[in-house]
């Protein structure tokens, strides 16, 4: 299982001597001194565990769930066929897991009743208001969340690369205009500047990841900013300007690679923030339509069931604690994640 | 230090006009008539469309536009809210105490258990307290404030409602809303005139402690809620800060004086420790504003949050854009609470 052995190299790795040889073994990536640093801190590995679980879980979702009927149809599958979808030999098994189709984001529904359903053989975690299958809802809920979270970070990433880069190379009025402009956006509480954005562009998922692109970006600039500019005054640099290097070829070859420490602890914390982001986009009910997949609306049908029946308040419980514990691990994760790499990447603790 | 105030001022308007800028630019997405909302005072202007685009020469370019509407917005009209159905500046002044009253009281648990817990962790390092404070730092921070308070309902509102409602004639009882039924019935009937619209201002003036206390324990579950987070971003912060301070030269040398160990902790090394504290309470007042929003739709709590919210929803563009404008005021004002306090703390900055 991959699960067994990345435990197993995460839990050895320091004892044993690496693959390259005793020789190599002090310039081997693997005992480089972030890696090392890495790998001994308890919570980095618990991070990454969370991170990994949530990989496997939103790649294998097609897997791991009942498919519904539309879903079943669009993928060409009938009732009977439907445990294709397991099958590693066959296509759809592929298929799904790539690219499934629109349909399948869609949560089957147990019934249209507004009252929950406790956990139950073929509803595991329950149905929650309107009859909608939590663990469906969840599971499929992690692509979604991967979705947004990664096309959100790597566009806020690029938009941040040139922002940053171009205020850090040129400095001068350039900088003074662009930093001032990315001050105005950090100022700007970013759920409100999200809200506005999904609200003026329609409530549709692809605008709530671009309004939180739009949100984002500023964190990437202002570290890449000042990241070019710690580089710009290194001997290397000033050398490959004299030598006549041209202003990209020395962006991307000398000062992009400097870069990549600070970036990666930005965006493995952005990760957690931004699907934080769109779940309250979603659970106020500016996110994709009633019934997609998605966090944030599974904790929004909780709040039908605040109050259980009469004399039995908890009836409903699970209706809010699945959903909200998801959301809470997986942001809990990219934060584990985002300060170990901050530790490890930190030259202090050298 | 007033060449220093007299500096961020300036640096206000500039903030201020690149956000009004930003919200027509963003209003530009709109057609002219959903834009013409954004003027419209009455049912009656709302009723003839047409007749507003053209006196705000909403088909004209940008720059006019921009010009029209800043003059509107300067004059107090910032058009008719379809969500609360009045104009959204009266609106705003009425829904404003309330989320001010809430935003401001959050503040005490944000800053006190922040720092206080902050420097007990940094004093205590890796001891039971400190572990504590770290996991609440972690744990707190990554906590969705919506899960958090939809979790505390769930608990204190359902789970505990009953024996809450038997104990002490329901004194304690944790509900939604801002005042239980009874006084909004006073308040309806004008048995409760509201002076100031702080609730728990009003009834001191009013002389009803019975209404002070339900205001008050209406207040407890949102307060937690939107405290969370930044008391957590805060703790993190005076420890990591704390930590630093006690370790530089000027700490020991208080020590090896022999200064009893509580000034030298609190007197030497706290105050220097938070001046980090305070640059972030710059970024207190933006996760308070987010906060808000969510905090009072979970809690149906009649501040300008759940307004927005409702507005948002309802395509209510003239209350979006109201809010949008309120936040960069707020945003702009909290800055300059934050830069004066800085300087009042750093003598760096004082005679710099």
């Known amino acids: ?350 | 230090m007033f060449a220093y105030i007299v500096r961020r001022l300036l640096f206000m308007p500039v903030v201020f006009l690149g956000v009004t800028l930003m919200v027509v630019l963003l209003l530009q997405l709109l057609s002219p008539a959903q834009r013409a909302a954004a003027f419209v005072r009455s049912d009656a202007q709302l009723r003839n469309l047409d007749a507003i685009i053209v006196q705000y020469g909403l088909d004209q370019p940008f720059h006019v536009q921009y010009v029209n509407w800043m003059r509107e917005a300067a004059q107090g009209n910032l058009g008719y809210s379809t969500a609360s159905s009045e104009p959204v500046m009266d609106t705003i002044r009425k829904r404003f105490p309330a989320s001010a009253e809430l935003a401001l009281i959050s503040l005490i648990p944000v800053l006190g258990l922040g720092i206080w817990l902050g420097t007990l962790a940094a004093l205590n390092r890796d001891k039971a307290i400190d572990q504590f404070a770290r996991v609440f730092a972690i744990v707190g921070w990554s906590l969705p404030n919506f899960v958090l308070a939809i979790w505390l309902l769930v608990i204190f509102y359902g789970a505990l409602g009953e024996p809450l409602r038997e104990f002490a004639g329901g004194a304690f009882r944790l509900e939604p809303g801002r005042v239980s039924t009874s006084v909004n019935i006073e308040i309806a009937n004008g048995n409760f005139p509201l002076h100031t619209r702080f609730m728990l201002i009003d009834s001191i003036i009013n002389g009803r402690w019975d209404v002070f206390w339900d205001a008050l324990r209406h207040l407890v579950l949102p307060v937690i809620t939107l405290a969370a987070t930044s008391s957590a971003l805060i703790m993190r912060v005076m420890r990591s800060s704390m930590l630093e301070t006690l370790s530089q030269d000027y700490v020991r040398t208080a020590r090896a004086k022999g200064l009893p160990t509580a000034t030298v902790h609190y007197k030497h090394a706290r105050r220097n420790a938070l001046i980090p504290v305070i640059t972030l309470s710059g970024f207190t007042v933006i996760f308070l504003m987010n906060g808000v929003v969510i905090t009072e739709t979970v809690f149906n709590y009649p501040g300008l949050g759940r307004w927005f919210a409702t507005a948002a929803v309802n395509l209510d563009y003239p209350a979006v854009m109201g809010f949008t404008l309120l936040t960069a005021f707020i945003v702009v004002v909290g800055n300059l609470v934050v830069d004066i306090l800085y300087a009042l703390i750093d003598p760096r900055i004082r005679y710099g």
């Open chain 1, 1 to 350: 299982m991959g699960l067994a052995s990345h435990g197993h190299d995460l839990g050895s790795g320091g004892m044993q001597a690496p693959i390259g040889g005793p020789d190599r073994a002090d310039t081997s990536w693997w005992q480089s001194k972030p890696v090392r640093r890495f790998r001994r801190n308890p919570l980095a590995i618990v991070g990454a565990l969370i991170v990994f679980v949530f990989v496997i879980v939103a790649t294998f979702a097609p897997q791991m769930s009942e498919l519904g009927r539309t879903c079943l149809r669009d993928l060409g599958l009938t009732a009977v066929t439907a445990s294709d979808v397991r099958d590693p030999t066959k296509a759809v098994f592929w298929r799904s897991i790539v690219a499934p189709p629109a349909t399948c984001y869609t949560i089957p529904r147990a019934s249209f009743s507004p009252i929950p359903e406790a956990p139950s053989e073929s509803y595991r975690l329950g149905t929650t208001s309107g009859g909608y299958d939590i663990f469906y809802g969840l599971l499929w809920g992690s692509r979604t969340a991967f979705r947004i979270g990664l096309i959100v970070v790597s566009v806020s990433l690029l938009f941040g690369l040139l922002i940053g880069g171009l205020a850090g190379y040129f400095g001068g009025w350039i900088d003074d205009v662009l930093m001032r402009f990315t001050d105005m956006v950090i100022a700007f509480p970013s759920l409100v500047l999200a809200i506005v954005i999904v609200t003026l562009l329609g409530q549709t998922l692809t605008n709530v990841i671009v309004a939180i692109a739009l949100v984002a970006w500023p964190n990437y600039a202002r570290v890449i900013r000042s990241e070019i500019l710690t580089v710009k005054e290194l001997t290397y640099v000033e050398s490959a300007r004299a030598l006549g290097g041209r202003h990209f070829r020395i962006f991307i070859q000398h000062v992009l690679p400097n870069t990549i420490a600070s970036m990666i602890v930005v965006a493995s914390l952005d990760m957690g923030s931004v699907v934080l982001t769109a779940a309250a986009l979603s659970f106020l009910g500016l996110g994709p339509p009633v019934g997609y997949a998605d966090w944030g609306q599974m904790v929004n049908f909780a709040r039908d069931w605040i109050l259980g029946p009469p004399g039995q308040p908890l009836a409903y419980w699970f209706t809010s604690f699945y959903p909200g514990i998801t959301i809470l691990v997986f942001v809990l994760g990219w934060n584990l994640l985002g300060d170990a790499f901050r530790d490890a990447f930190d030259p202090r603790n050298a």
